[in-house]
């Protein structure tokens, strides 16, 4: 009888743990910023609140060969709050790019020559911009880093610095997010 017992115990553990760990994509982008599914959370965002927000990514833990975990992170971010109600007309979101994440913003053809594979993160960032988000690199960083403006992702806007739109944005109402 324990053992009938403990057998029950540990499948009931083990389907809350899969509960926990279910992931969702969408609505806003299908194939990017997958969100783990939190039911019943203590705080949510309010569906008819307008959120400005500008990303601030500066860091690459990706090595290059994998879509820059803080750009998805911006694609999380939409996903999980519409997932949760909140419109996308709602979220406006701005994204600047410096220090290392600026090679992330190069096109294919610069990434393939620079790197010798595909840019990883031109699909998302396609994505991102139809989901009307802002994306911006700095320029100060962007030449540092030897590149050259014509092999700038057509996606991408440049700013003179990433100081420049972070100042100009929260100026503007903005809150900073910024996970580096």
Same mark, same amino acid.
């Given at each position: 009888m324990t053992r009938i017992l403990f !057998?029950?115990?540990l499948i009931g553990t083990i389907s809350v743990n899969a509960q926990q760990t279910e992931t969702k994509m969408g609505p806003i982008l299908n194939d990017f910023g997958k969100v783990f599914q939190i039911e019943n959370p203590d705080l949510l965002l309010?569906?008819?609140k307008e959120y400005k927000v500008i990303f601030d990514i500066y860091t690459d833990g990706s090595k290059g060969e994998k879509i820059n975990p803080l750009i998805n992170t911006v694609a999380r971010y939409l996903n999980m709050h519409a997932q949760q109600g909140v419109p996308k007309e709602n979220m406006k979101v701005i994204v600047i790019m410096h220090?290392? $994440?600026t090679k992330s913003v190069l096109?294919?053809?610069a990434y393939q020559k620079k790197f010798s594979t595909e840019n990883p993160n031109s699909a998302l960032i396609d994505a991102l911009k139809? $989901?009307?988000v802002? !994306?911006?690199v700095c320029g100060q960083s962007y030449l540092a880093h030897g590149f050259d403006l014509n092999d700038?992702?057509?996606d991408v806007r440049i700013a003179l610095s990433a100081l420049t739109a972070l100042v100009k944005y929260?100026?503007?109402?903005?809150q900073l997010i910024t996970f580096n």
């Open positions: !057998l029950l115990i309010k569906k008819d220090g290392a $994440a096109s294919d053809t139809e $989901a009307n802002e !994306l911006f700038k992702s057509s929260q100026s503007e109402g903005y």
